[in-house]
């Protein structure tokens, strides 16, 4: 069974940093895009960034600048490096996979991670 299992989220003070982790877990014949959104209370779920199989990048407009998505050399591990942290960016972060399984593509979300961004 494919899981997506999201670590590294926690408590920073305004301006510091975190990275996140999101690790694919099970079988799978490929990825199109993993990425990370994030849903804030009584907000909507957003895009905070992605990274397609072939290394491009798309990013959210209040994160421009500040976060950046990166995966390992397998591919099969991305991360979320957060800079200047702000106490708008609190918020439950979700991890995305669009991965290529047995079957054809299918979407998977991780289980989520808190980020609170708090003095």
């Known amino acids: 069974q494919v899981q997506l299992v999201e670590s590294g989220g926690g408590l920073v003070q305004p301006g510091g940093s975190l990275r996140l982790s999101c690790a694919t877990s099970g079988t799978i014949f490929g990825i199109n895009a993993m990425g990370w959104y994030r849903q804030a209370p009584g907000k909507q779920r957003e895009l905070v960034a992605v990274?397609?199989?072939?290394?491009?990048?798309n990013y959210g407009d209040s994160v421009k600048g500040r976060f950046t998505i990166s995966r390992d050399n397998a591919g099969n591990t991305v991360y979320l490096q957060m800079n200047s942290l702000k106490s708008e960016d609190t918020a439950v972060y979700y991890c995305h996979g669009d991965l290529i399984m047995w079957g054809g593509p299918q979407e998977f979300w991780g289980q989520g991670t808190r980020v609170t961004v708090s003095s």
């Open positions: 990274i397609h199989s072939g290394g491009g990048t």
